[in-house]
């Protein structure tokens, strides 16, 4: 009997496989900045999601937008003290914010167990740190998913777009070569880790940071709305390289078996779809 030919997949969690919009980090980022005095908009908290949590508030403050508001606060421009001092802010916030918002997205507990079923093995990454990922994990797990492997940020020297988190997952799963392994986020910046660890990557749209509604909010919206928002981040997560983009993880199966005929046949992730 022939064995499965995707060897593992690796999940993002917020926006793909929990938290539907991506709201926690936002909220978090939100009320932090707006504590000290220092607001910033929604938008400009989704512009580098998917980073670690320390990296982000970097990207935050090295914004000239961001750190002009700083320096008209604080007489100062924003230094090394201050990112410290922010994201000592940020790491209990984001904690407290998690936790509010551990809900699986519809279908990721069904498609965690039909991956099982193929023998496929299943890990995970994300921009929280383990402290932030606790109570998820506990969460998620309560919900039917628990992945074998949880990759933080800080567990690399680097973080995404750098492929070492995924690379980090697959070892810890044993699952090799990259190329028979598919990397999943809604997130450009976690399709870039994916593309440059040698994954097939799938990009998720609808339920992402991109469009960063939740459900009701999505469903609430015109058609003609709701469609352009994800065809905008479906363009993005094109843009990017991912190999697919489907709207949430309920659509993953299908792609998952399409990569797996594509490898029998012989291609490599990067390759335009027969």
Known sequence: MMTFAVKAVIFDWAGTMVDFGCK???????????????????AEARVDMGKAKRDHVVALLSEP????????????????????????????????????????IPGAADTYAA???????????????????????????????????????????????APLMAWAALIALDAWPAHLAVKVDDAPVGIAEGRSAGCWTVGVAASGNAVGLNRDELAALDEADRLGRIAAA???????????????????LPVIHDIARRIDDGEKPGTAAA
Not at 31 to 39: K, Q, T
Not at 234 to 252: H, N, R
């Open 234 to 252: 479906t363009a993005a997560l094109t843009a990017e390289g991912a190999d697919y983009v489907i709207d949430d993880v309920s659509q993953l």
């Open 65 to 104: 937008a961001i750190s002009a508001r700083w320096t008209a606060h604080f007489g100062k421009t924003p230094d090394e003290a201050d990112i410290d001092r922010v994201y000592a802010l940020v790491e209990p916030a984001m904690v407290e914010a998690a936790q509010r918002a551990a809900e699986l």
């Open 24 to 42: 926690a980090p936002v909220n978090a980022l939100l009320d932090v900045f707006a504590g000290v005095g220092v607001p910033i908009t929604e």
């Open 115 to 161: 991956l099982l079923d193929l023998g496929v093995k299943v890990g995970s990454g994300t921009g929280y740190t383990p402290e932030m990922m606790a109570a998820i994990r506990v969460k998620a797990a309560e919900q039917g998913y628990a992945p074998d492997v949880v990759i933080c940020a800080g567990d690399t020297p680097s973080g995404r777009p």
